[in-house]
């Protein structure tokens, strides 16, 4: 079967193919993946969700009249009667017929919801990944940059220990529980290589864990207390 460009099609012919692909039985396979590909998934619900609607009104009005014509006949008596009997096959032909195509387009309906919630899950999972990557390299880069510092021995800035406590307060879903992790015990688990620790790095480290308990984050240079100045000293106090 050719398949046609759904892009290029009005709404007419696009609801003849989307019912003609409606029940499994009679579905091409490349034709019904591209009914229900991300591109076009939203206009095959949207117009069996309308041939839906409209079969529906369909049975509640024959269903409506075929009760209005049996009052009728009633009156009527044995005539009437007669009528509504020889009358009843070719309706519920009818019914039963409409019922059943009200039946595959809502099953339908709802194998295109259920695969429209696949694809939508999947583009979050995908988005998530990449947000989850984008944290862990830049947790990565952190714990370069506090590491750098621990190294040097430089004085480090109210800014830097700022920056480097949100490795304890932001946290990730880890594991089958989903439970918040800090970053940085996913950067000491999970996000980085586990190497052996020479003495040089083992002082790094320690260096790294008294930055890390600095009161209240704040910088060594805003801690200890402030000693007196005298000018002079004509006191005798130290200066």
Request: glycine share 6%; hydrophobic share 35%; aromatic share 6%.
């Amino acid at each position: 079967m050719d398949v046609p460009d759904l892009s290029a099609i009005d709404d007419d012919q696009f609801e003849d193919i989307a019912i003609s692909q409606a029940h499994p039985r009679s579905r091409d396979p490349e034709l019904w993946a591209l009914l229900a590909s991300p591109e076009h998934i939203d206009r095959t619900r949207t117009i069996l969700t309308n041939v839906h609607a409209r079969t529906a009104a369909a049975l509640r009005r024959r269903k409506a009249e075929r009760e209005q014509f049996h009052l009728d006949c009633h009156a009527r008596g044995a005539q009437g009667k007669k009528e509504w009997f020889e009358s009843r096959p070719e309706y519920e032909k009818w019914r039963r017929g409409a019922a059943g195509f009200h039946q595959t387009v809502q099953t339908a309906i709802s194998e295109l919801s259920k695969i429209q919630r696949s694809q939508n899950r999947a583009v979050t999972n995908q988005g998530g990944h990449a947000a989850r990557d984008a944290l862990r390299k830049l947790a990565v880069a952190v714990h370069r940059h506090q590491a750098r510092h621990a190294k040097s021995g430089e004085v480090a800035a109210q800014e830097d220990y700022e920056l480097w406590q949100m490795l304890d307060h932001l946290t990730v879903p880890c594991g089958p529980q989903q439970e918040p992790t800090t970053l940085r015990t996913m950067l000491d688990f999970y996000w980085t290589d586990v190497d052996m620790v020479s003495d040089s790095e083992e002082k790094q480290t320690a260096a790294e864990r008294t930055m890390r308990q600095a009161p209240a984050g704040r910088s060594a240079r805003f801690t200890g207390t402030p000693r007196a100045r005298h000018i002079g000293n004509d006191k005798g106090l130290a200066s």
